[in-house]
């Protein structure tokens, strides 16, 4: 509902009949229910200009705590009135409170007698708005207006154990949480981050040397406020607020927590061509969103750089590029099967997973190449439980040399019920000089024949 809407007497939630009585000329469209989340979602992006704390309310709503903040405006008034400047611009209509809990703010946005008003909800400007300024339902302030409670002051002043027994716990817990007897958590949007530096600019900006002056400003103030706590970060997030309520966001990730502002710089390198200048932008944020201790470690003076800091820098370099789970590890996990027995993970990632180990669990030689599924080879052997002398391979056949086996590896006990057999391996090397590892499925069993597989090349 906008006030022109609201001037001829509709109402949301009314009939479509009961609105074209009303103005015979109404145009109607299908509701975009996803389309107007997103654009609050945006919203509540944009709005933390004003705040790190900021969150969606409703399908109509936004609560922002600008507990600690309105000094940066010069006071609350002022405060609410760059936020209506700014939302008027847009052609949005807003109605705007400022109250010490989210419920009197809630309230007094909707029921109060200004669109913007710095309530007091410790005051008794409060105890005059209706009862529906609770959150209730309808029913409930229905039922709540047939016994003559029709303002909140009307419900204060009663015995709360008659109210309890007649609405349950719900309307006393609102009227707590409207006075501020209560507390009421807020579900943000983006927790904030524990550092953050902030830049704004009396006009707006739009060149791209000018986006980057200002992400090297933010990134050098935030290193040197990580390093005076010694700390680090595995995630910055760089915020670019435009003056078209438009909050452009892109972010990076290390393999290790760092504070090296020229590493973190090149890691952004090519994200900072993805911000849209737009009509111009006016503030930028930088956030340290993941951040672990750093302490310092003393350098060397006679020899060569830390080969793992390196490594881990180009490892950032390429997840950035590439994404994170593009450039991987293969880690230990303790399974005798030899396709259970590596697991994939994002490079130098913390994965948390408590059945890995630290060293290879095989004693015995492995593949350079295990083939992502064992297959069925054709073999001549003079006896069924020796290795074999020939196999037939992908077309090609193949004489072996020398042999080598078997190695037994049976699987844990509590997977035998997924019929794994148990495997006898060998290391073949043909005529050629090439080896390969395959094993027999099964024991040698009278009257049936082997299963033969190759699994893996060596060099």
Request: aromatic share 6%; hydrophobic share 45%; glycine share 6%.
């Amino acid at each position: 509902m906008d006030q022109e809407a609201a001037a001829t007497g509709l109402a949301p939630g009314m009939p479509l009949a009961d609105a074209r009585a009303l103005v015979p000329h109404l145009k109607t469209a299908c509701a975009d229910f996803s389309t107007d989340t997103a654009m609050l979602a945006s919203l509540a992006d944009w709005a933390m200009r004003y705040t790190p704390w900021s969150a969606t309310d409703g399908d109509d709503g936004l609560i922002l705590d600008v507990t600690g903040c309105a000094h940066l405006f010069g006071s609350e008034k002022n405060l609410l009135h760059d936020l209506a400047a700014q939302l008027s611009a847009h052609d949005l209509t807003a109605r705007l409170a400022l109250a010490d809990t989210p419920a009197a703010a809630w309230a007094w946005a909707r029921y109060g007698k200004s669109d913007i008003l710095v309530a007091n909800a410790d005051a008794g400007a409060i105890k005059i708005l209706p009862v529906a300024a609770l959150r209730i339902s309808t029913n409930d302030s229905l039922d709540l207006a047939r016994l003559g409670l029709r303002h909140i002051a009307d419900l204060a002043a009663l015995p709360r154990a008659p109210l309890t027994a007649r609405f349950g716990e719900n309307l006393l817990n609102r009227l707590d949480q409207i006075l501020g007897h209560s507390p009421e958590p807020l579900t943000l949007r983006r927790p904030p981050a524990p550092h953050r530096s902030r830049i704004a600019f009396p006009e707006p900006i739009g060149r791209r040397e000018d986006i980057e002056a200002a992400f090297h400003h933010l990134l050098s103030d935030l290193c040197a406020h990580l390093e005076a706590d010694d700390l680090g970060t595995r995630k910055l997030a760089y915020t670019a607020y435009g003056v078209d309520a438009t909050a452009q966001r892109t972010s990076i990730g290390a393999a290790a927590p760092s504070r090296d502002a020229d590493h973190l710089a090149r890691l952004f390198q090519d994200r900072l061509d993805r911000i849209d200048p737009g009509f111009g932008l006016e503030s930028f944020t930088l956030d340290a969103v993941t951040i672990e201790t750093l302490v310092p470690k003393q350098i060397p003076l006679v020899g060569k750089r830390n080969a793992t800091t390196g490594l881990m820098q180009l490892v950032d370099r390429l997840q950035t590029r590439l994404g994170a789970s593009a450039v991987v590890e293969l880690r230990p996990v303790d399974s005798h099967i030899p396709e259970r027995a590596v697991m994939m993970t994002p490079a130098f990632a913390q994965t948390g997973n408590h059945h890995g180990t630290d060293d290879w669990m095989a004693q015995q030689p492995r593949p350079i190449r295990l083939l992502p599924c064992p297959e069925l080879i054709d073999v001549v052997a003079p006896v069924p439980d020796n290795p074999p002398l020939v196999f037939h391979w992908r077309k090609v056949s193949h004489r072996v040399a020398r042999s080598e086996g078997p190695e037994r590896i049976a699987p844990e006990w509590w997977l035998r019920k997924e019929n794994h057999q148990v495997r006898d391996y060998y290391w073949l090397e043909d005529s050629a000089g090439r080896r390969f590892w395959v094993y027999r499925d099964g024991p040698f069993s009278p009257g049936g024949l082997p299963r033969w597989y190759l699994h893996g090349l060596f060099a």
